[in-house]
């Protein structure tokens, strides 16, 4: 009977020693079933239909075609973007895709009755892959809990809850990996020490608050990492951390759906001469606030192209920026913007601190922004 307990006791303490060693192995597996169980949402069945103003409505919080609760597939082409929209019982359900023409980006969103559960945004031939999940604390009620980036023959990974990542570098992963979070908790990184062309290096797969994407690596004097020479910094992607939901994505687009798809010439003049007040509808009587912000901020931000802001006025380009401000739910003093967000659907006035409602990259937007105006 002392036999049989040792015996126990022996496979109970190995059996603990092989949990410990293939925790990480688990949780990466736990995070691939997650990642498989997105992938697997089914594409509701019904009708393909193109969107328009005059059979499409949002009543409700619910999609209606014609009157009636839609479920089917919702196909766009606007001047600089076309895709599509999957939808059931008038919630977004599966796929949505959205290609940005000018910059050749493209976006697939996952969403689950209405709630977004995944982003694989391409540009340039890198893929990017975000998991998000349920955040009460959150104004989107989502936050990521997994990123992906894949080029080439190369992958990180990271899960941002349990602190597991992953490094692929031509084709083959590497080990003793280093999964971190900066003092700030703006940024997190996995990195590794591998050796490539003759030389050992350092790489960090960086991911900051903001959603910037970077690829750092250091060429070091041995494995000891004694000394260490900034190699290469790769920007891999952006991600936009702002969510709006689904619904929101889609009555923005829905508004923006009169536009021809040809975009056409904009005849303002460069410095604003000669325009006596315009409105902001004005541009272009088809394009809502947030369309035209988020196409200028595009422009500006993802194509480098800041010139498209001198075919604005200065007073064009104050209500641009300021629609910025409004997305974000900012309670403006002015009654010139006051009671002109006002009148918007999509305003909620909830903040009164400007200094904390934008990102960096929307800093430098703004910035931008108003070195045109003055």
């Given at each position: 009977m002392k036999k049989?307990?040792?015996?126990?006791l022996i496979l109970a303490f190995m059996a603990s020693c092989s949990n410990k060693e293939n925790g990480n192995t688990k949780n990466r597996n736990n995070t691939s079933n997650q990642t498989a169980a997105y992938m697997k949402l089914q594409n509701p069945q019904g009708p393909t239909v193109a969107l328009?103003?005059?059979?499409?409505?949002?009543?409700?919080?619910?999609?209606?075609?014609?009157?009636?609760?839609?479920?089917?597939?919702v196909t766009f082409n606007l001047p600089h973007k076309s895709g599509y929209f999957?939808?059931?019982?008038?919630?977004?359900?599966g796929e949505t895709e959205i290609n940005y023409k000018l910059s050749g980006t493209k976006k697939v969103?996952?969403?689950?009755?209405?709630?977004?559960?995944k982003l694989t945004q391409t540009e340039n031939n890198i893929i990017t892959e975000v998991i998000y999940s349920d955040d009460p604390n959150s104004i989107s009620n989502r936050k990521i809990v997994q990123i992906t980036t894949k080029y080439d023959k190369n992958s990180y990974s990271m899960d941002l809850q349990s602190m597991i990542g992953s490094i692929q570098k031509n084709g083959k992963f590497i080990k003793d990996l280093n999964v971190e979070e900066n003092k700030n908790g703006d940024e997190k990184y996995v990195s590794a020490v591998f050796e490539e062309n003759g030389g050992v290096y350092k790489t960090y797969y960086n991911f900051t608050r903001d959603?910037?994407?970077s690829e750092i690596k250091y060429k070091l004097?041995?494995?000891?990492?004694?000394?260490?020479?900034?190699?290469?910094?790769?920007?891999?992607?952006?991600?936009?951390?702002?969510?709006?939901?689904?619904?929101?994505?889609f009555r923005r687009i829905l508004s923006?759906?009169?536009?021809?798809a040809t975009p056409e010439q904009s005849s303002a003049q460069p410095n604003g001469e000669n325009i006596s007040n315009p409105t902001p509808t004005q541009t272009n009587q088809n394009e809502d606030d947030l369309a035209l912000l988020d196409?200028?901020?595009?422009?500006?931000?993802?194509?480098?192209?800041?010139?498209?802001?001198?075919?604005?006025?200065?007073?064009?380009?104050?209500?641009?920026r300021n629609t910025l401000f409004a997305k974000k739910g900012y309670i403006f003093t002015k009654p010139e913007y006051s009671n002109y967000f006002s009148q918007k659907s999509w305003y909620r006035g909830t903040q009164t601190n400007q200094d904390t409602l934008l990102n960096e990259e929307e800093k430098r937007f703004i910035d931008i922004f108003r070195r045109y105006e003055n």
């Open positions: 049989l307990s040792i015996a126990i328009n103003l005059t059979d499409f409505k949002i009543e409700n919080e619910f999609i209606y075609y014609q009157g009636n609760i839609f479920t089917g597939k999957f939808v059931s019982n008038g919630k977004l359900e969103q996952v969403y689950e009755q209405g709630k977004l559960v959603g910037a994407i004097d041995s494995k000891n990492q004694k000394s260490e020479t900034l190699s290469e910094i790769r920007k891999l992607n952006d991600i936009n951390t702002v969510l709006e939901n689904g619904l929101t994505l923006s759906s009169g536009e021809s196409r200028v901020y595009d422009e500006v931000m993802h194509k480098n192209n800041p010139d498209i802001l001198k075919t604005f006025s200065k007073r064009q380009l104050a209500y641009i």
